[in-house]
């Protein structure tokens, strides 16, 4: 069993920032990538951004320069810094992560999701 469990979200003024949060926990082997998307009301998911274990980075060209993704390994957690927040930020935001539950068994995972919403 995987969990992944994601914090951080909540209300913010456009301009601000929130710094979001995702915790893997449970049977893993290794985790090969780590990747935050979102979900607007009416409009379909979208990767924000993803790291992967050999520190390879994407960002969602709506994000780049101010969005940094981060991880810290040894506590199994993917951080998103969202700086200069617009409305069109406002959203569910997912964590997602491919990983090896064993030796050969891997899989997507996906968490509850945290609320951002941006007033303008």
């Known amino acids: 069993q995987v969990q992944l469990v994601e914090s951080g979200g909540g209300l913010v003024q456009a301009g601000g920032s929130l710094r979001l949060s995702c915790v893997a926990s449970g049977s893993i082997f290794s985790i090969v990538a780590m990747s935050w998307y979102r979900q607007a009301p009416g409009k379909q998911r979208e990767l924000v951004a993803s790291?992967?274990?050999?520190?390879?980075?994407n960002y969602a060209d709506s994000v780049k320069g101010r969005f940094t993704i981060s991880r810290d390994n040894a506590k199994k957690t993917v951080y998103l810094q969202m700086n200069s927040l617009k409305a069109e930020d406002t959203a569910d935001y997912y964590c997602?992560?491919?990983?090896?539950?064993?030796?050969?068994?891997?899989?997507?995972?996906w968490g509850q999701g945290t609320q951002v919403t941006v007033s303008s």
């Open positions: 997602q992560s491919r990983l090896y539950s064993d030796y050969t068994n891997w899989g997507d995972y």
């Open positions: 790291i992967n274990n050999g520190g390879g980075i």
